[in-house]
């Protein structure tokens, strides 16, 4: 069985805070693949980020970036300088094996001014 | 312009009613997806395809059916709707690599309320 888990079901922060979206999976498989999504006020899914299970380096994107561990089966997500426009539902996601796809539940990020 | 279509984007029905939410697909994407989003429960797979004539159970495939005739299309059938599946679901479709897949691609979600 796999499972994603986002333990933080709402963060709220002020503009220009960093905040960390953390991310904790679970899965038999040795590979696999961890993808970050974005869902805005406005509904639609958006691709952030797709991570083999072989490759432990960190990646940095603008204002995002993103920490895997495997030794704690973790893969957070940073926002440094965080901005009004960040405010969205963010989703961690696990693929393994034959394509099966699980989601966390989701952290509702609300980015004040 | 790539994309994925879903229709209806909103729909009422009552219990019992058959209905056919469609997805459509212009990038020639081997796999497609179904998901439903309900508060606290996140995305959960209903069912998937990984090619025409193959389809698999996600984790939520009670009370849907699907198929994959044609590559571009992937409709999600509810036979007998029950108020339990009222949800936003949403199909997605993604390139296969090394039997994975990549970046999914999105439909805009569609809001089904059954009565």
């Known amino acids: 069985a796999q499972k994603v888990t986002q333990a933080q079901t709402e963060i709220s922060v002020v503009e220009k805070e960093d905040v960390t979206l953390d991310c904790v999976y679970e899965?038999?498989?040795?590979?696999?693949?961890l993808f970050w999504y974005k869902q805005p006020p406005s509904g639609e899914l958006v691709f952030l980020i797709r991570r083999n299970s072989f490759d432990e380096q960190n990646e940095i994107s603008g204002r995002y970036s993103w920490n895997f561990q495997k030794s704690t089966s973790s893969f957070n997500f940073t926002i440094t300088a965080s901005q009004v426009v960040d405010s969205a539902v963010y989703f961690c996601?696990?693929?393994?094996?034959?394509?099966?796809?699980?989601f966390g539940e989701g952290t509702q990020l609300t980015v004040n001014p | 312009e790539a994309q994925v279509t879903q229709n209806p984007r909103y729909l009422i029905t009552v219990t019992g009613k058959k209905l056919t939410v469609t997805c459509s697909q212009n990038?020639?994407?081997?796999?497609m997806s179904w998901y439903r989003q309900d508060p606290g429960l996140g995305l959960r797979q209903i069912y998937y395809s990984m090619n025409v004539e193959v389809t698999d159970k996600g984790d939520v495939p009670e009370g849907y059916k699907v198929s994959r005739k044609e590559k571009r299309n992937f409709p999600l059938i509810l036979e007998s709707p029950s108020p339990n599946q009222t949800s936003l679901y949403f199909c997605?479709?993604?390139?296969?690599?090394?039997?994975?897949?990549?970046?999914?691609?999105f439909g805009e979600g569609s809001r089904l309320t059954v009565l």
């Open positions: 899965t038999r498989d040795t590979t696999y693949y």
């Open positions: 996601a696990l693929e393994t094996s034959g394509s099966r796809l699980t």
């Open positions: 997605a479709s993604a390139v296969i690599s090394f039997a994975n897949t990549g970046e999914l691609f």
């Open positions: 990038m020639n994407h081997e796999y």
